[in-house]
């Protein structure tokens, strides 16, 4: 029986449910070669041992396990960052909250020298990366309650060489003492009845919902925050595309101001966050 070819890989994948460029990534990836070489070599065929090794990867994609995790790797913000199980794969909605970041960086906190700005459950490290990446000057500190995430945010920053300090616990039990510029946190927002819980099971589900309620996390952020910030900063929350409306309220009775929400490119809102002091 002849070897399989690449173009007999590839319609394999098709046949199977996974996405076509989906699929030459993790071919190429496993031969080491570009999408490019694919298509210019369909009749190349694979030693036994990535032959088995391609077929596993296709049966954890087709069941759903994220591209990025078979990749180990996902770009966020312009930056390549290494992902596993033990985090969730970085989402192109959380660069806006990266964006607002940035603007308020480069705005109303350009005067701070240097401003303090802590990543609270940081998981991959996508968001404190982005931002010291992007303001080498300003001190960053990222949080998470798992050490495993923490062990991936670590690497993703020694592999950027960014100095980023890192401290275990839950929200702000990870930061006593703390006196800051600006807060930013991508928490668990997922309601734990959500349908929609089902095709993320290969994500650490601590990192996607809180429990029975959606805002339970965003509140403890929320209102834990108004004693951790110094006067005129800024706290920046992503939450799902239903709980704006929520979440500014929470911020109004933490007696924040400037409050404004942010939507995407489908228009659904996306962060909310809010001036302290």
Same mark, same amino acid.
């Given at each position: 029986?002849? &070897?399989p070819r690449v173009a007999d890989l590839l319609a394999d994948a098709r046949a199977a449910g996974v996405d076509r460029l989906d699929a030459q990534l993790l071919l190429g990836r496993l031969l080491g070669q570009t999408r490019t070489w694919l298509l210019a070599h369909d009749d190349a065929t694979l030693?036994? &041992?990535?032959?088995s090794a391609w077929r596993g990867q296709l049966a954890r994609r087709a069941a759903g396990e994220p591209l &990025?995790?078979?990749?180990g790797e996902k770009e966020f913000h312009g930056l390549l960052l290494q992902v596993d199980a033990n985090v969730l794969v970085p989402r192109p909605e959380t660069e806006i909250l990266v964006d607002w970041?940035?603007?308020l960086l480069g705005g109303p906190l350009r005067g701070k020298s240097?401003?303090?700005?802590v990543d609270l459950g940081t998981g991959s490290g996508a968001i404190a990366i982005a931002i010291k990446h992007a303001c080498p000057d300003a001190l960053v500190s990222a949080t998470d309650a798992s050490a495993a995430a923490l062990e991936v945010a670590k690497a993703n920053a020694h592999r950027h060489g960014l100095s980023i300090s890192f401290a275990a616990g839950s929200w702000w039990e990870a930061l006593p003492g703390a006196r800051l510029d600006l807060v930013l946190s991508n928490p668990p927002y997922i309601d734990g009845a959500d349908p929609h819980l089902a095709a993320l099971q290969h994500e650490p589900l601590g990192a996607l919902?809180?429990?029975?309620?959606?805002l339970? &996390?965003?509140a403890q952020i929320i209102g834990g925050a108004p004693g951790r910030l110094a006067p005129g900063a800024w706290l920046l929350v992503e939450h799902g595309y239903d709980q704006a409306d929520a979440v500014q309220s929470l911020l109004r009775a933490h007696g924040f101001g400037a409050i404004a929400t942010r939507t995407d490119l489908g228009g659904l809102s996306r962060c909310t966050g809010g001036r302290h002091g």
């Open positions: 029986m002849n &070897a030693e036994p &041992a990535k032959l &990025a995790y078979l990749l970041a940035l603007e240097p401003p303090r700005v919902t809180p429990g029975p309620d959606g339970t &996390a965003l």
